[in-house]
Every structure is written in C-alpha cells, then in structure tokens.
C-alpha cells in the first residue's frame, strides 16, 4: 500500500557532499516522522536524524552540523543533505516513515529499500 524509494547514494570522497531522497507514495494519508537511519559493515542499525510532521528535528552527534535533514510535506519526500562526509559516513542508509493510511486511524512504520553511501579516504 505504501512504498519508500530512496535515492541519491553513491561513492565520494572524504569532504564531499551527497543528498538523498525518499519518496514516499500510495495510499496516504498523513505521515508523521520522517527518519534515516544507517548500518555499516558489522555494527547496529543508527538512527541518524529524524524529523516530525512539524519540522522539528534531531541528530545524532557524530553528524550534528554536517547532516540536514528536511521534508517536502506536499511530495511527500524527505530529504538528508550530507555534508563533509568522512570515511566513517560510509553505510547503507535507510528511509523510515510513520505513515497514517487513508480511511484508517492506524499508523504504520514503513522502510525503504536502503541506498550505499561510500566515502572514500
């Protein structure tokens, strides 16, 4: 009913920058909190930003003033602005979103398929 997609992953060196996206689309009401996630080769999943319907946003501390994330609320898209992306960026990132469906009271947790950022020293 609902899909994720993201985009915009890819290989760079240490001080570039990338920005990802995730459209979201299908039956949708509302959506809730926007988040990225990512998991590097051998660690745990990290949640590294999220953003609420409002616009209020959170970072983890390793990307605090280089990550911005941000949502286009009439696309249904959000966004994640990476900036001075060091070698220790390099994971899968992951869409997350908290999504109400139309003709339901309901919200559900969706993720997308994961785009590989690679930052090369």
């Known amino acids: 009913q609902v899909q994720l997609v993201e985009s915009g992953g890819g290989l760079v060196q240490s001080g570039e920058s990338l920005r990802l996206s995730c459209a979201a689309s299908g039956n949708i009401f509302s959506i809730h909190a926007m988040n990225w996630y990512r998991q590097a080769p051998g660690k745990q999943r990290e949640l590294v930003a999220t953003i609420t319907k409002s616009g209020n946003t959170n970072y983890v501390d390793s990307v605090k003033g280089r990550f911005t994330i941000t949502r286009d609320n009439i696309k249904n898209t959000g966004y994640l602005q990476m900036n001075s992306l060091k070698p220790e960026d390099t994971a899968v990132y992951y869409c997350?979103?908290?999504?109400?469906?139309?003709?339901?009271?309901?919200?559900?947790?969706?993720w997308g398929q994961g785009t590989q950022v690679t930052v090369s020293s």
């Open positions: 997350n979103a908290v999504i109400e469906l139309r003709g339901n009271d309901n919200v559900y947790d969706y």
